[in-house]
């Protein structure tokens, strides 16, 4: 296992991130234990959680929270707290009331208090705004974040899915009020949505910003498994999102990226999946790829992604059918986020 530094600053990360989002829901408690053992174990460091992950897709109010309390489990029974960097994330609705979401002061400090109980931990290594907002002015956020730091309950923040500009526009605002400010942006990224090339990679790599991305394999449609027009297979992810599935990813074009990588895996001798994420990993400016594995088997086929070496000639091939800065089939919106329906729910994701 190789490390990056997380931004500007001076904590070394794994080169991958271990995601969190489906302990708690898709993975039950004891497996979930046992994936986090088992990346630690392996050497990474660095683990992404949300306090809106765990929740059951078919009930909403159900849930939230979950995963945030597995990784507290996992942490005390380790005893590696100090060796962990730990990140979470707030903004999503965690209930019904109406202050109970967002980028506002209150929601924030609350929500932070929150996960460090369900973390067991006294403090957050690294603590995310999961969406951008319109609606919170970006200086009351920050001077929260920044409350929350000087009182030692959280060590650095970051963004989720922030375009460039409004990234510069928060270390303006940091400059502008002596704020501590960003050092990480997590991005959706992978070989059919390339957008962040354009800008947010550039500006990333200007303003010492770690880049994190999430959805390094297009949700698991470059893993191999889905075929042109067809039903997606049982107990698979697509399986659980058909419909939006089947509107943005059965298209010839997506289908051509999907081809090439099973081509180019097969010349590898590694699955279509470890070659999606290591192509991901191997990009200028990416620290840390996210991955989301349910099993051990899931974990250990991330980690033999690292053995793969991604060549000039590889990077032509794919360019071809996956332009650079472009979009195949886009993974978020103009406001840098996608909608999603989970169960009865539509919210942005």
Known sequence: MEFNNLGRTGVKVSQLCLGCMNFGGRTQEADAIEIIDHAFNAGINFIDIAN???HDPNNFSFGRGRSEEIVGKALAASSKRTHVIVATKAYFPMSDDPNAQGSSRRHLIEQCEASLKRLKTDYIDLYQLHHPSNEIPIDETLRALDDLISAGKVRYIGSSSFAAWQIV???????????????????AYNLLDRRIERELIP???TYGIAIIPWSPTAGGFLTGQYQRHMPPPTGSRFAEFWQAAQQHHQSDAAFEVLELVNVLSKEKRCTPYQFALAWVGHQPGVTSPIIGPRTIQHLQSSLQALTIQITAEDTHRIDGVAPPGRATVPYYGSDGMAWVTWGPHQFRW
């Open 52 to 54: 809106v992950y765990g």
């Open 203 to 205: 500006m990333a790599q």
């Open 169 to 187: 526009e928060s270390l303006w605002v940091s400059k502008e009020y002596g704020l501590n400010r960003f050092v990480c942006e997590q991005p």
